[in-house]
C-alpha cells in the first residue's frame, strides 16, 4: 500500500522531494515537546512537585543529548545508505512511548531514564541535523527554500503548543501534557513517516528540485547508487575529516549549540524569577517561535543570492543582540521583544547552518559527515543547559551565565570568518584519477 502510494505521488505534478520536506515539517511539530523551550515550561511544575533542585531535573537533558551524541555516527551511515524510513518510524515510536512514560514517572531516576531515551531519540534518529542532511538530498538549487519550509514544523509546535502545554499544565496537570504529546507524536509524525519516507530522488528516477521528471538508469548499476549529478562535487568522509573547514565549522556549531541551550531552556524561568508572570513568561516560547516564523524564508532568499556563510554571520550577531536582550528583560515588554529577536537569529542559523554544511561538503555523504558533527554539536547542547542552570544554582541568578553565553556567540562568529569553503573533487574528477 506504501510503496503504491509513493509511486503514484512520484508520477505526480509535485516533485516528490516537496512530500519528503512535508513529512519532515509534521515531525517536527510534536517533537517540540522535548526541546530546550518546552523544557523550560514544564521545569519548574515538575521540580516543584518533588522537590527537585534546576540543576538535578536538568542532568536528565544532559544525560539524554549524550546518548544522542554517541548515536549520530551510526545514524548518519544509516541515512546515507538505506535511507530514514525505518531509522525515523523506529525512532518517533520510542519517542511516543518516552512521552507516555513521562507522564508516569515518580522519582528522580525513572524521569532522568525515560526523559534521556525520548530526548536521544529527538536529537537523533528524528533529530533536525539529520532530517535536514535528508531534505539537502533532494534538493541543490533550491535547498535553502527547502530546509526553510521543513524548518516550519517546529515553528509552528512552538506556536501552538506551548500555550496549549501551559494551560494543559495549569487545567490539568503536567502529566496530562506529556500524554497529549505522545498521542501527538502516533497521528502526526510516526504514520507520515512510515508512509512517506524514502531515501534519495535516484532511487525514484528523479533529479533533485525536480527539474527533471525521470533519469535513465545505468546499465549494471543499482539506482540507489546514483546519487552524483553532472557537474556536482562531493566531499567523501575522510577528505571532509582533512578539510580545515570542517573543524572550523565544527567549533562554530559546538559553542554555538552550548550558548543557545543556555538561552532556550533557560528562558522562561529566568523571566518568571525576575518577576514576570508564569504564563508571560511562556509565551515567550510562541513569541520567539512568531520571530522565527516571520524571518525563516527571508534568511533563505537572502542566502540565495548573497551565499549562505555571509548571511550566517549575520545571524549569529543578531543571536548575540537577542540573547544580550534576553539578559537584562526585567518587564513583559521587554521580554516579549528580546525573545522575538532571539527567534529571528535562531531561525537565520536553524537554516544556514544546515546550508552551509551541505554546500561545503556536498550532498553525497552528508548524512555520515554531518553524523560526526553531531557529537560535537549535542555535546554542545548538553553543556549549554545545565552550565547554566549549575551558575545559577550557585549564584542565585542568570547573570553569570548570561556573561558565558555572550562570549561564546562572539567566538562562534570568528570562527565562521576563518571557515573556507574545500575544493572538492567532481565524481567524473574521481573516474579520472
Known sequence: MSDRLVRRLANGRVYYGWYIVGVVLATG????????????????????????????????????TLIAAGLGVALGRVLDRFGPRWMMSGGLAILAASYFGLAQVNSLLAFYVVYAIGRAMMQS????????????????RRRAMAISAATMGGYIGGVLLAPVTQAIIDYA???????????????????????????????????????????????????ARNIAIAGEASLRLGEALRAPAFWLLTLMITVNSI???????????????????????AT??????????????????????????RVLLTVI???WIGAFFVSGA??????????????????????????????????EHLGSIRGITMIFQLVGNASGSLIAAILVDIQGDYDGAFDVILVLFGVSFFVLLLARRPKARSPRERRQT
Open 29 to 64: 511539530i510534536p517533537r517540540v515537546g522535548l526541546n530546550g523551550s518546552f523544557f523550560g515550561i514544564f521545569l519548574k511544575p515538575m521540580s516543584e512537585d518533588f522537590g527537585w533542585t534546576r540543576a538535578e531535573t536538568t542532568i536528565a537533558v544532559t544525560i539524554g
Open 125 to 140: 534518529a528524528t533529530g533536525h541535523t539529520l532530517m535536514y542532511a535528508l531534505v539537502s538530498k533532494w534538493f541543490i
Open 173 to 223: 496537570g503536567w502529566r496530562e501534557a506529556w500524554t497529549f504529546f505522545g498521542v501527538l507524536t502516533v497521528v502526526m509524525a510516526l504514520l507520515p513517516a512510515v508512509l512517506l519516507l524514502r531515501r534519495i530522488p535516484e532511487d525514484m528516477g528523479l533529479l533533485p528540485d525536480g527539474d527533471l521528471r525521470s533519469i535513465p538508469k545505468s546499465s549494471g548499476e543499482a539506482p
Open 259 to 281: 550558548a543557545t541551550t543556555g538561552i532556550t531552556f533557560h528562558m522562561v524561568p529566568h523571566f518568571s524569577d525576575v518577576g514576570i508572570s508564569d504564563t508571560a513568561a
Open 284 to 309: 515567550t516560547v510562541s513569541l520567539l517561535t512568531i520571530g522565527s516564523i516571520a524571518s525563516v524564508f527571508a534568511w533563505g532568499v537572502v542566502a540565495d543570492r548573497l551565499g549562505a556563510k
Open 317 to 319: 550577531m543578531t543571536l
Open 330 to 363: 526585567t518587564s513583559v515588554v521587554g521580554a516579549y521583544t528580546s525573545s522575538a529577536l532571539f527567534g529571528v537569529g535562531m531561525a537565520g542559523y536553524g537554516l544556514l547552518s544546515e546550508v552551509v554544511w551541505a554546500d561545503f561538503f556536498g550532498r
